[in-house]
């Protein structure tokens, strides 16, 4: 019989739990939060944990951090698997899969240096979902190809 290891991480009194994030994303997830080593409050980030559903996932608890819409949709071009845990007086009082929309409505910004969502045009920018597995989008007004990687934030 094999045994298995228990990893103990200490919980957050108020926060945000990011969960099943793909492995080796925490870093581009942090930097898209603007969460740094200037943060101000505990951040835990556990890297290529085993997990049930997928084979290994990130994991980040942030204290004192509640995501905002654009946040979660950026956060569902990274690693759109994940699910957000509210954490209040160190108790789950939501939790939500992010899920992957149809389209990202002024989210990032288009590669495409051409694109008219580029020419400080008065318009959010909208990318539709080609492919769900791996992730390619495509521009709504220059239609332009990418990949979700390539899509940079504001």
Known sequence: MIEKKEIKVSKIRNGTVLDHLNE???YRVLEMLGVDNDYGNPVIVLMGAESNSIERKDVIKIED????????GML?????????SIIKN???VSKRKIGLPKKFIGVGQCPNPKCVSNQNEPISTVFNVETKDPLILSCGFCEN????SDISAH
Request: charged letters at 20%; hydrophobic letters at 40%; aromatic letters at 8%.
């Open 76 to 84: 569902a071009l990274i690693s759109p698997n994940a699910t957000i």
């Open 24 to 26: 080796g994303s925490a």
């Open 145 to 148: 190809v990418v990949d979700s």
């Open 90 to 92: 160190y108790n789950v």
């Open 65 to 72: 951090k509640f995501l905002e819409p654009d946040e979660t």
